[in-house]
């Protein structure tokens, strides 16, 4: 028995001895169960954790109105694509040097407002990443409006276990922020503040994949990427160079390596030619 079912049990008792309660068994024992039910959903409230996972990933998409119908589709099936691949998921999935072999990941889409589109999800197996990539492939476009990357990185820092932790499903051995988006922020919160107030609320790592040119790689690298080890990618368009990206960007993600030498054509293909990547270390 628990110490506050207990407890429940020897404070009943003690009422009865000490003459509280006399006369009205019925009452007495009403009261008792009361007391031994409370105490019970208290404690098993008090005792569940969170699940223990290698990443919390925040994938956060931008959708804002410089990202056309056709643009809007080739990112998110960019990430479909991802999910169901199985370098990808091999990586997930891997219990080398220690990790749990599972992450937890959200999928975030952005203008000037946010709108989550596929809550917190465990990924430990096959079937789980294509249920995710799935999950994706069914939502709606949220928006199409201005460009708030500060707003967004902001609301997605929001989206962590270490936020409320007595609630979340999922705690993250680290916190990362996946941001990829065409243009410079024109709304809201200055995306460098934002960062800043991540990295110091607990964000690992804030990465971005910048979809355009080198300018605007330039802009993600001086404003919104940051953290230990953070990275910006350059996709040249929506379509094989953003998708190529999208898995060399996970797969850092999630191992915190980028892809072995051997394995990086195998594993991106021809869109490769579209990519390029510049590594940026910070410290936390």
Do not use: H
């Amino acid at each position: 028995m628990n110490c506050s079912a207990m407890s429940a049990l020897i404070m009943g008792r003690c009422l009865k001895n000490q003459g509280f309660i006399k006369g009205n068994e019925m009452k007495t024992t009403k009261l008792l169960k009361s007391m031994l039910l409370s105490a019970v959903f208290v404690t098993t409230q008090a005792i569940a954790a969170p699940m223990a996972v290698d990443l919390e990933l925040v994938l956060a998409v931008d959708v804002s109105g410089s990202v056309d119908g056709n643009e809007y589709s080739g990112q998110r099936n960019g990430y479909i694509s991802a999910f169901n691949d199985a370098a990808v998921q091999s990586a997930m999935f891997s219990t080398d040097n220690g990790r749990l072999g599972k992450i937890a990941v959200t999928y975030v889409e952005w203008d000037n407002g946010q709108t989550t589109q596929v809550g917190w999800t465990l990924i430990s197996d096959a079937a789980e990443a294509a249920a995710f990539a799935t999950a994706i492939g069914s939502t709606t476009r949220s928006g199409s409006a201005s460009t708030g990357i500060g707003n967004a990185v902001a609301y997605s820092s929001g989206l962590f276990s270490f936020n409320d932790p007595g609630n979340a499903a999922f705690e993250g051995a680290r916190q990362v922020i996946d941001v990829s988006g065409d243009g410079t922020n024109n709304t809201g919160i200055a995306p460098a503040t934002a960062r800043d107030a991540a990295l110091l609320a607990g964000v690992d790592a804030i990465n971005g994949i910048a979809i355009g040119n080198e300018f605007l790689r330039t802009y993600y690298e001086n404003n919104v990427i940051g953290g230990a080890d953070s990275f910006a990618l350059l996709a040249t368009d929506f379509e094989d160079s953003f998708t190529a990206g999208i898995r060399q960007k996970l797969f850092q993600e999630i191992t915190g390596t980028p892809v072995p030498e051997p394995a990086t054509l195998g594993l991106l293909g021809l869109g490769m030619m579209g990519l390029f990547l510049r590594r940026r270390k910070m410290a936390a």
